[in-house]
T-cell receptor, first 111, second 115 residues
Framework: SQKIEQNSEALNIQEGKTATLTCNYTNYSPAYLQWYRQDPGRGPVFLLLIRENEKEKRKERLKVTFDTTLKQSLFHITASQPADSATYLCALPQAGTALIFGKGTTLSVSS | GAGVSQSPSNKVTEKGKDVELRCDPISGHTALYWYRQRLGQGLEFLIYFQGNSAPDKSGLPSDRFSAERTGESVSTLTIQRTQQEDSAVYLC?????????????FGPGTRLTVL
């Protein structure tokens, strides 16, 4: 069955550093991958979508890569700030338009 | 504009009782999804509605779970004879159209606690 793994449950970094989060998947060849941010007590908020024919996507301080050979996506936040502290979820499409979500990585940025 | 809203925000119920959770999608969004998020877990797909088409119920965990949607508006998720393992946050999302790449907009969720 399809499986998504986000390698780290928690990641702690210093303000100003680059945070790198990993999303791996198996038994699957998705046409795209999405990243969401979830703050405590709130629903996920869409950040970025990258398609299988795109190697890299950028949005402000965010960068996502998608390696279909490794079956892996990396999510980078450069010049991280305490306000970036949240849980980040990767998601892949399953049948229809529903999404399979990873468990998420909780990022803590300390000042 | 208004986002996806859900009610109640919190629900505490006793084992064996029925509960109804409500979702108001963004106006004009034709697709609506329900997910469940257990503590420390990822989101689990439950059901998907698209217009007047038959819903995709493939994620519903048991026949105690059902959902309805009136046209392209409000949806209710009903859990009958609740069990303690039903305790979770139930999230609703909507999207403009059912294209697979459409962004899903999530509500704040309903936290259900079954005692």
């Amino acid at each position: 069955s399809q499986k998504i793994e986000q390698n780290s449950e928690a990641l702690n970094i210093q303000e100003g550093k680059t945070a790198t989060l990993t999303c791996n998947y198996t038994n699957y060849s998705p046409a795209y991958l999405q990243w969401y941010r979830q703050d405590p007590g709130r629903g996920p908020v869409f950040l970025l979508l990258i398609r299988e024919n795109e190697k890299e996507k950028r949005k402000e301080r965010l960068k996502v890569t998608f390696d279909t050979t490794l079956k892996q996506s990396l999510f980078h936040i450069t010049a991280s700030q305490p306000a970036d502290s949240a849980t980040y979820l990767c998601a892949l499409p399953q049948a229809g338009t529903a999404l399979i979500f990873g468990k998420g990585t909780t990022l803590s940025v300390s000042s | 504009g208004a986002g996806v809203s859900q009610s109640p925000s919190n629900k505490v119920t006793e084992k064996g009782k029925d509960v109804e959770l409500r979702c108001d999608p963004i106006s004009g969004h034709t697709a609506l999804y329900w997910y469940r998020q257990r503590l420390g877990q990822g989101l689990e797909f439950l059901i998907y509605f698209q217009g007047n088409s038959a819903p995709d119920k493939s994620g519903l965990p048991s026949d105690r779970f059902s959902a309805e949607r009136t046209g392209e508006s409000v949806s209710t998720l009903t859990i009958q004879r609740t069990q303690q393992e039903d305790s979770a946050v139930y999230l609703c999302a909507s999207s403009l159209a059912p294209r697979s790449t459409d962004t899903q907009y999530f509500g704040p969720g309903t936290r259900l606690t079954v005692l």
